[in-house]
């Protein structure tokens, strides 16, 4: 019987990450390719949407340099960033560059949602996701305000799942955890929001096909199988968004599992049996059938580190840090940080970054020291904005942090629960693996991860139960003070 191969594919906002595992859940190659956002004006944000297409082809013929790879690549499913609008003609091809989730244009257009709906409230109930100043209805609607010429020119409005997906298969499909993101879905019904889109000013048959997390769309076409090198017996199967799949490949399936992605945005992820629209946390349906998820982000939270490392420190390395906080207090000598974005009082957002406490008598690490805490500081105290609270197995923390001894260590200290560090650090990759293994049919959980625990210090856990309400109040008086 011939070997079958699963590629999990993670189409970033910086680039994309391939992953090509065995049937029996080996990881067998990985590469990378990266590519550039652009800037044309103040606050906005765009990126080449072939440069997501070319980034895929590349990665997956590293990965499946092989012959025998190559014909035996039996499925293969998708990690995405969702929120990027890309506008496409009748051909599929791009009449603009796609706008990225970040992208901040969209002032008017979320002032005109509010005076033609009525309310903010509607988009959160409906897309789980709060209305913003970007997202699609507010993209295509600034589109159609300022580019009226390329917005006839369009056939279809569609994000990254759904282009690559047409790319592949012909078939312009999105789960529907993208199709919550993009601000265009009723999530709890699994279909597009009139209203919504009669805002923007399209139509249903301008979108793409909802499906779910795991749901087979179809085989490669010739052309896509030609420029990927593989097979046209190969399927495509429905991912699901960054955080989803992180969360399917770390193992968090059941309540009460909780996630922590440590990148340049730390992220909040914990499952359920339902939605919770009662803390004003992102709600998506998740990669894991029956469950719900709920997310909040600190937009700052690993590139607080890389800006005083980068523009202050003169780049030391992350060996050098890590071994020169672990002999440091920061909080513990009165010394506070708080992050960029940081919710310094409930309901209130700021992008200026603070430190308290600062004194002569502390070098470039206790600062780095503080900066560790006060990103930890902000994300437990996040944390509590959740129902769900963590499985008595602990959190589980990925990304740079996780490859961090003393950052992971904090969390756990700070937290007062278990640390869990998966082996692999590519999870989202991992778990669109598994779902590419669920569409071809293979029901038993094949990729194992295997995982380091870390257990909370309880004396530590005692002192900075106290700091964090420290914390707290210090950064009610910051917010009042702006």
């Not at 002032?111 to 988009?123: A, Q, T």
């Not at 279809?156 to 601000?183: E, H, R």
């Not at 600062?358 to 500081?377: A, Q, T």
């Not at 944390?383 to 756990?412: C, D, R, V, Y």
């Amino acid at each position: 019987m011939e070997k079958k191969y699963f590629l999990g594919i993670d189409v970033g906002t910086t680039g994309t990450k391939t992953l090509l595992f065995s049937g029996e859940g080996e990881v067998l190659a990985r590469s990378y390719q990266g590519y550039e956002t652009s800037a044309p004006n103040i606050g906005c944000s765009e990126q080449n949407a072939e440069d997501w297409w070319n980034s895929v082809c590349s990665t997956v013929r590293e990965t499946c340099a092989s012959p025998e790879i190559s014909s035996n690549v039996a499925a293969i499913s998708l990690s995405l960033q969702g929120g990027t609008m890309v506008a496409v003609d009748s051909e599929g091809t791009p009449v603009r560059p796609a706008i990225v989730w970040n992208d901040l244009r969209g002032t008017r257009q979320h002032d005109e949602f509010v005076s033609e709906i009525g309310s903010e409230r509607y988009m959160y109930e409906k897309t789980g996701w709060e209305l913003g100043t970007c997202l699609l209805p507010l993209d295509i609607r600034w589109m159609r305000e300022n580019e009226p010429t390329l917005f006839s020119k369009t056939a279809m409005f569609l994000s990254v799942p759904d282009y690559i997906s047409m790319k592949m298969t012909g078939i312009p499909a999105i789960d529907l955890s993208d199709a919550g993101i993009n601000q265009t879905a009723d999530i709890q019904k699994g279909i597009y929001d009139k209203r919504i889109l009669e805002f923007a000013g399209i139509s249903e048959k301008q979108l793409p096909r909802i499906v779910h997390s795991g749901d087979v769309i179809g085989h490669l076409t010739k052309k896509a199988a030609e420029e990927l090198g593989l097979n046209q017996s190969t399927i495509l199967v429905a991912g699901a968004h960054d955080q989803y799949a992180v969360a399917l490949g770390a193992g968090a399936v059941n309540n009460g599992d909780m996630v922590i992605g440590s990148g340049t945005c730390w992220v909040v992820t914990a499952l359920s049996d339902f939605p919770d629209f009662t803390q004003g946390l992102s709600q998506s349906v998740s990669a894991t059938p029956g469950k719900w998820g709920s997310m909040l982000s600190l937009s700052s939270g690993g590139i607080c580190l890389d800006w005083f490392r980068n523009s202050v420190a003169g780049n030391i390395q992350y060996r050098t840090i890590d071994d020169e906080v672990e002999k440091r207090k920061a909080s513990e000598n009165g010394l506070f940080f708080f992050p960029f974005s940081g919710q310094y009082k409930k309901g209130c957002n700021f992008t200026k970054a603070s430190f308290s406490g600062l004194d002569l008598s502390h070098d470039r690490f206790d600062i780095m020291r503080s900066i560790m805490e006060g990103v930890v500081f902000q994300t437990v105290w996040m944390m509590e904005s959740f129902n769900t609270h963590p499985s008595s197995e602990g959190i589980i923390l990925s990304g740079g942090a996780s490859k961090s001894k003393p950052w992971s260590q904090m969390l756990s200290d700070i937290s007062g629960i278990p640390v869990r560090i998966p082996g692999i650090a590519d999870l989202s990759c991992v778990g669109a693996a598994k779902l590419a293994m669920r569409g071809y049919g293979i029901t038993s959980d094949s990729i194992s991860v295997e995982v380091a625990a870390i257990s909370p210090d309880r004396i530590r856990t005692k002192r900075f139960r106290a700091l964090l309400e420290q914390y707290k109040a210090l950064a009610g008086r910051l917010g009042e003070s702006r």
